[in-house]
């Protein structure tokens, strides 16, 4: 699922991976400016990290792999949501 000689670190749009980094630390100073003795910066860093692992790896994947794979489940899982969507819709 990983093809690592496809895709190098040349390849790599570094601004467009900088620019969000750049505002959530951004965003984690004016939260410890706010509010400096919470948990909420140091939430808002581990936030930061899952996303740039989660980030890393869709970097990594090859997605036609993926969606071929997976989008039956997801259209599935949609058409139920849908309809349970109208339980409720129903009543109201």
Do not use: E, H, N
């Not at 496809?6 to 750049?22: G, H, M, N, S």
């Not at 989660?54 to 794979?69: E, G």
């Not at 899982?77 to 129903?90: D, H």
């Amino acid at each position: 699922m990983v093809d690592l000689d496809r895709k190098t670190l040349r390849d790599i749009d570094w601004l467009l991976l900088l620019a969000p980094i750049a505002l959530t630390l951004f965003g984690c100073l004016g939260i410890y400016s706010t509010a400096p003795g919470t948990d909420f910066v140091k939430k808002q860093i581990i936030f930061l990290v899952i996303g740039l692992v989660i980030a890393t790896v869709a970097m990594f994947t090859d997605y036609r792999k993926v969606i071929v794979t997976v989008a039956p489940f997801l259209y599935a899982a949609v058409m139920v949501l849908l309809i349970l969507v109208l339980i409720p819709g129903i009543g109201v």
